[in-house]
Structure formats: structure tokens, C-alpha cells
Nanobody
Framework: QVQLVESGGGLVQAGGSLRLSCAASGMIFRINSMDWYRQTPGKQRELVAS???????NYADSVKGRFTISRDNAKNTVYLQMNSLKPEDTAVYYC???????WGQGTQVTVSS
């Protein structure tokens, strides 16, 4: 059974940085693509960034140049480095394994103006 545990969320001022982590277990991490999503109340979950098993990355236009997704296969962990944060980045952030339909519990990111 796949388990995903996110951490690293919190409250930060606009312009600040946070690094989210997602530790995975119950699967062969290195062969799986990983995604980060975010969701605000009343809205659908938005794909923020993705990384393939080979390390190729994609980003939503809204975060390009500010966020960086990376992975450490030795630690079974995917990261989301978020810089130059804006109030509109406020959301619950989730990691996901798209091939397995698995989701973490989410971590809250709040950016104050």
C-alpha cells in the first residue's frame, strides 16, 4: 500500500521561501513519476509541478521560475522548493503518484501579504 507523507508547510511572508517534502513508501519510488498539486477552498486541485522517473520536470505557468521540483531516490522523497512566494500561492499542497492514484494528506501553505 502506497503511503505519502508531506511536510514543510507553514506561514510565510510574501517573497519568502518554503521547501515541501513528500516521503513515499510501499512502492518502487525510483520508477514512478511524482506530482505536486495544490487546492484552495471551492476550487479544483491544480497541478503545480511534476517530475518523471528520469528527472524531467514540468510546471504550471503560474509557478515557473519560482518553484523547483526535485527528487532523491535514495530517500524515496520528492521536494518542492518554493521561492518568491505570493499570497495567491496559499493552498493545501498534496503530493501524488499518478500511476497509482495515490495522494498524501496535504500540507498547508499560507503566504501573508
Amino acid at each position: 500500500q502506497v503511503q505519502l507523507v508531506e511536510s514543510g508547510g507553514g506561514l510565510v511572508q510574501a517573497g519568502g521561501s518554503l521547501r515541501l517534502s513528500c516521503a513515499a513508501s510501499g512502492m518502487i519510488f525510483r520508477i514512478n513519476s511524482m506530482d505536486w498539486y495544490r487546492q484552495t477552498p471551492g476550487k479544483q486541485r491544480e497541478l503545480v509541478a511534476s517530475i518523471t522517473s528520469g528527472g524531467n520536470t514540468n510546471y504550471a505557468d503560474s509557478v515557473k521560475g519560482r518553484f523547483t521540483i526535485s527528487r532523491d531516490n535514495a530517500k524515496n522523497t520528492v521536494y518542492l522548493q518554493m521561492n518568491s512566494l505570493k499570497p495567491e500561492d496559499t493552498a493545501v499542497y498534496y503530493c501524488s503518484v499518478p500511476s497509482r492514484g495515490s495522494w498524501g494528506q496535504g500540507t498547508q501553505v499560507t503566504v501573508s501579504s
